[in-house]
């Protein structure tokens, strides 16, 4: 069985950094590519980053651009949203989600594509 799981949310000040992990079990080993969505209250997904299968083709959103970035362990498979200069906008639930790409290694699928999602870890910037 399949599952999903993001950690390594919590709380920090504005200015400050975090780092999320996702990990997908159940999954062969790099046919998927991983993207990170947030969600903050009254609002609605936004689609920040994605990596391919093999770590090697990404894209960063231009809201967050230069601030966060995604990143991939072959070794273990974890993928990482590094997120610096973290601001009280950034506040949110935040969400990883795969896409097969079965071994299309380098592709990295739309928005759409993402099918199977963690249950999201929360994010609060704040004094």
């Known amino acids: 069985q399949s599952q999903v799981v993001e950690s390594g949310g919590g709380l920090v000040q504005p200015g400050g950094s975090l780092r999320l992990s996702c990990v997908a079990s159940?999954?062969?080993?790099?046919?998927?590519?991983v993207a990170w969505f947030r969600q903050a209250p009254g609002k609605g997904r936004e689609d920040l980053s994605r990596?391919?299968?093999?770590?090697?083709?990404?894209w960063v959103a231009d809201s967050v651009r230069g601030r966060f970035s995604i990143s991939r362990d072959i070794t273990d498979d974890t993928v990482y949203l590094q997120m610096n200069s973290l601001k009280p906008e950034d506040t949110a639930i935040y969400y990883c989600?795969?896409?097969?790409?079965?071994?299309?290694?380098?592709?990295?699928?739309?928005?759409?594509?993402?099918?199977?999602w963690g249950r999201g870890t929360q994010v609060t910037v704040s004094l």
């Open positions: 989600a795969t896409a097969s790409t079965y071994f299309r290694s380098s592709y990295l699928p739309s928005r759409d594509e993402y099918s199977d």
């Open positions: 990596i391919s299968a093999d770590g090697t083709n990404t």
């Open positions: 159940g999954f062969t080993k790099e046919t998927y590519a």
